[in-house]
């Protein structure tokens, strides 16, 4: 059974920091797509970041420079390093595998930020 568990949200001032964990079971992320989304309040679910096989990565244009997406083979976890931070990231973070997301969402990790 696959399970992919999101960590490491939390309230955060704007031009601050977070760091998010997609730890995975069932599968080996290095062979897999593996995606960061989020959702606001009253907007749909976007692809935040992707990481590929080969290890290209892919950024939505309103997070490019700011976010970056990576991986550690050795925890099997891919992370979400998030810098200079606006209030327009506020949102629930998933992540989740396949270039169509293979599984149901999980509980996603909440990444307030605010003044």
């Known amino acids: 059974q696959v399970r992919l568990v999101e960590s490491g949200g939390g309230l955060v001032q704007p031009g601050g920091s977070l760091r998010l964990s997609c730890a995975a079971s069932?599968?080996?992320?290095?062979?897999?797509?593996v995606g960061w989304y989020r959702q606001a309040p009253g907007k749909q679910r976007e692809l935040v970041a992707a990481?590929?096989?080969?290890?290209?990565?892919n950024y939505a244009d309103s997070v490019k420079g700011r976010f970056t997406i990576s991986r550690t083979n050795a925890k099997n976890t891919v992370y979400l390093q998030m810098d200079s931070l606006k209030p327009e990231d506020t949102a629930v973070y998933y992540c989740?595998?396949?270039?169509?997301?293979?599984?149901?969402w999980g509980q996603g990790t909440q990444v307030t930020v605010s003044s």
């Open positions: 989740n595998y396949g270039v169509v997301p293979s599984i149901s």
């Open positions: 069932g599968i080996v992320v290095r062979f897999n797509y």
């Open positions: 990481i590929t096989v080969g290890d290209t990565t």
